[in-house]
């Protein structure tokens, strides 16, 4: 019978990494051997000692057999990562000395044939001494090379399956694909697969991935996780999947508390939704979608700010400016900021930070500013919208309510959004630049809203020292969303002549 995914049972072998166990749906199956594969530099090194210390902290014997780093490396590894190795024998295997002798080489056999054998004998060796219950074979590659050919290196790896499950031993491969890459023979053999991945992007700092290929008898999460090597191993960020998270709540309107606005959006913003702010740069995007950040924080509910175009610092001076102390409101804990780096981390990640804020802050309001940064870390402009939709959905099934902002190109005129994510917003407000009485001005508008009513009219809007303030619908005016307007009336109705 599958189990479902993230399911840890008592006949499982913890990886030591979180991630993986979740992805894996719990584990590796004890006394079953797995292959973990990719090209060097992946993390392959780092997952096998972390589940070699998950083993050692459970009081499981251990044992790493190296066949192409020696021990010191080993232990160098180790201390990068602020571990120590006790409780894992490391067996380094090193050829006979006879071997290493050309005197006394073999001219009627293959050397290959001696080597095999003598490699194989040695690592039985080493289980029989130490008889452990965890395995890491380090790697593959070197076995594939002494082989030399598919059959035999097949019947090798089939005896070590057999040998070890006899023994009874949760059994790691190591394979760098550099002997051949498109050799599957331990795929058939191996109960589990695993893939370890790096991309190199044009700019910014590698990626990583990692996939399950294969596990048999097993329900895991599929697809690519993205994950990153830090001191202390390896963090792996499982793929979100929405259809997982859902809870009760009121979807009751939320107030902005911006005189007007709340009019504009009858009644405010439905608990549980998305709310998409899209403008031409300068216009206030972020100033509004903090604003409805600290309207939750006054309710008394926590708010997380997510940060990509703009620096922290340079964010909380600016805001101080309106009377808004994003700065004071961090240090209660009730309001969270980061700063995203999009050259740095990769959507999965940023996805799992989200995701933490959400599940172990009890953060209700979320704000992304903005969605031209966040597609910067993105590959492709296909995927972004997929991560937007499962991240939005997982969100809205929270109860959390999500603000998004989104920069057009252009000032006036016909501007475009350098991608439309209108369709996954459940409120799309509308800002933009319009000319009249010899002034550039600004004008507000709720173009969709899903869970209700809200005003079809265009309001004009301000940014001062007080925030901001919303005027009066502009009903004298035609074609304020095109930038020049035509004007039908008198000036009384515009801000600036109401306030004389």
Known sequence: MEREAGAQGADDAATGIAGLDDILGGGLKRNRLFLFEGSPGTGKTTAALSFLRAGAA?????????????????????????????????????????????????????SSDLELGETTR???????????????????????????????????????????????????????????????TVHSVAHGVVRLEELAPVYGSERR???????????FRGGFHDFTIRTGGLEIFPRLVSAEHRTRFERAPLPSDIPGLDDLLGGGVERGSSTLILG???????????????????RGERSAIFVFDEEVGLLFQRTRAFGLDLEGLTATKNLIVEQVDAAEMSPGEFTARVRDCVTSHNVQTVVVDSLNGYQAAMPEEHYLLLHMHELLQ???????????????????????????????????????????????????????????AHERTIREYEIGPGGVTLGAPLDQFQGVLRG???????PAGLLDA???
């Open 58 to 110: 459970a009081g499981e014997k251990t044992l790493y057999v190296t066949l192409s780093e020696t021990e010191t490396e080993l232990r160098d590894t180790a201390a990068s990562h602020g571990w120590d190795l006790n409780g894992i024998e490391i067996f380094e295997l090193v050829p006979p000395e006879n071997l290493l002798d050309e005197q006394q080489q073999q001219s009627l056999l293959y």
């Open 122 to 184: 040695m690592i039985l060796d080493a289980v029989e001494r130490a008889a452990p219950s965890r395995v890491v074979i380090d790697s593959l590659s070197e076995i594939r090379l002494l082989a030399q050919g598919s059959l035999r290196y097949r019947r090798q790896v089939l005896a070590l399956k057999h040998y070890f499950a006899k023994h009874g031993a949760t059994v790691v491969l190591l394979d760098d694909l550099t002997a051949d890459v498109a050799d599957k």
């Open 209 to 219: 991935r990692v996939r399950v290929t294969k596990y048999r008898g097993r329900r």
């Open 280 to 298: 031409p740069a300068g216009t206030g995007k972020s100033l509004l979608s903090v604003n409805f950040a600290l309207s939750a924080v006054r």
């Open 394 to 452: 997982f969100l809205n099934r929270q109860g959390a309510t999500t603000f998004l902002t989104v920069a057009q190109h252009g000032l006036v005129g016909d501007m475009r959004a350098p991608v439309d994510v209108t369709y996954l917003a459940d409120t799309v407000m509308l800002l933009r630049y319009f000319e009249a009485m010899g002034q550039v001005r600004r004008a507000i508008s709720v173009v969709k809203k899903r869970a209700g």
């Open 484 to 490: 020049v307007p035509s004007f039908v009336g008198s």
């Open 498 to 500: 109401a306030a004389e």
